[in-house]
């Protein structure tokens, strides 16, 4: 192995480790004091709960977990929203598994408690998962009630999503394992099913404090909310469980029971590992995004026994589009080619550049894919699309419309992974968060803006000399120089994968050995949906 593909290793590796060591620290929740009063009411943690209710030897696929990761830090920070969402399996059966962290803030509800809440339930409504609400929270965190409550994707989105779930045929089953207050008491109970557990479950639309100061009633929490008032008085639960382990034992008991579900048919066969080591990885991905390097290396470390049937490999080559294996599914898969390539007419293309002979190709490889059900994997490590004289002489705007035109109505499923660069338009023509892949991901080294660092803090910086020299104030050339530096230093802080995650532009950040199974994951949740709508883009610039 040459020096290159040393450096790059260690900093790559590098990188996994800081990523392995944030997600350990987002673990712990609110803290290990937290989580003592919690064990002393003989409640398990949310994550424990999770892993208690999945099978043996499953994986579990993550979905938000740096979530408000740095946000909220006047409220003391919410660790991973507030909330631990993701796909897992129980019973043998694929679900979407919701549950509240009531170490962070007793659970309650801040903005981006409510975003990632209705991700979840999103990503289940697409792909038909059976959903199971593991209920511990104190509501909506009231000194943010404006940015939570009242708008559509807020708050009240959710028990929308529950009723139109039920109407669906989307199963549903709730845990009431700690407080479920207000508004937040709908969720337990627009579930097909509710149970709740003894001594520690309560659910009430007012708490005693609120009665009180309502009208004037005195009443214990328990009398007015418990597991014996909903179970025997009332008949708002279903099902009454001595503790968490009990409850959650019944919960599998119910899921082993649910009738198979009708599937798309995506074509799977005996999965293989890829032939080429994927450790390589490391190595081949430079340490710097401004490096090229061939994408093609990477595909042959993650499809099934590195087998690649590129399309139309000799043209439009900055974009590469082929099909393959992943874990046994067939997949069509849309990458930037990170090195400069040289077209037959003689033109050099930068890697990660989208030009018109590109787009062109992968228009027609996406409208493929959707034309024999293959499910479309995105790898995205794209600067943009050309500009220049040539480029829109050549029609770019037409080629790049007609790509976006394709990714917005593909009916396949859609899976995007950002590797590297993921700026502007290329972030939507690669399928970026805004035109809904059912799953999105960020290797460490990913980079997600509008434009490049030092491009984007030359305009800005242009913007701000003006701004100075408007108001008649004197720029040195060493004021220029910080300036610069501050711009470029607040610009990257916001380009990284965690600025990313914490806003859920994208659902996590993985190790890119973690990629196979994200993307085999995704399929085998989406192969639970048949594809209903009909094929179809519309009008095409041509």
Known sequence: MDIEFNKNEDVNKQSVYELKTKLKKIYQGGGEKSAAKQREKGKLLARERVAYLIDDETDFLEVGAFAADGMYAEQGGCPSAGVVCGIGYVSGRQCMIVANDATVKAGAWFPMTAKKNLRA????????????????????????????????????????????????????????????????????????????????????????????SAIGEEVDNETL??????????????????????????????????????????????????????????????????KPYDMLEVIHRLVDNSEFEEYKKLYGQSIICGLGRIDGWAVGIVANQRKVVKSKKGEMQFGGVIYSDSADKATRFIMNCNQKKIPLVFLQDVTGFMVGTRSEHGGIIKDGAKMVNAVSNSVVPKFTIIIGNSYGAGNYAMCGKAYDPRLIYAW????????????????????????????????????????????????????????????????????????????????EAANQSPIKKKFNVGVIQT
């Open 121 to 212: 339930q999103e990503i289940a409504m697409e792909n038909r998962l059976p959903v199971i609400y593991l209920v511990d929270s104190a509501g909506v965190y009231l000194p943010m009630q404006d940015e939570i409550f009242p708008d559509k994707e807020h708050f009240g989105r959710m028990f929308r999503n529950n009723a139109i779930m039920s109407s669906e045929g989307i199963v549903q089953i709730s845990a009431i394992m700690g407080s479920c207050v207000a508004g937040g008491a709908y969720l337990p109970i627009m579930s097909d099913e509710a149970m709740i557990v003894e001594g520690t479950g309560s659910v009430f639309l007012a708490g005693s404090y609120l009665v009180k």
């Open 225 to 290: 909310g418990g597991a014996t008032t909903h179970c025997e008085i009332s008949g708002v639960t279903d099902y009454k469980h001595p503790n968490d382990q009990a409850c959650l034992e019944s919960i599998k008991k119910i899921m082993s029971m649910i009738g198979a579900p009708e599937i798309a048919g995506f074509d799977r066969i005996k999965a293989a590992l890829p032939k080429a080591d994927q450790q390589e990885i490391y190595g081949l991905l430079p340490d710097s995004r401004e």
């Open 444 to 523: 460490p080294t990913a980079k997600i803006a509008v434009m490049g660092g030092a491009q984007a803090a030359k305009v800005l910086l242009q913007i701000q000399e003006a701004s100075l020299k408007a108001k008649g104030e004197l720029i040195t050339p060493e004021n220029k120089e910080n300036m610069l530096k501050e711009v470029i230093d607040k610009y990257n802080s916001q380009t990284t994968p965690y600025y990313a995650a914490a806003r859920l532009w994208v659902d996590g950040i993985i190790d890119p050995l973690e990629t196979r199974k994200v993307i085999s994951m995704g399929i």
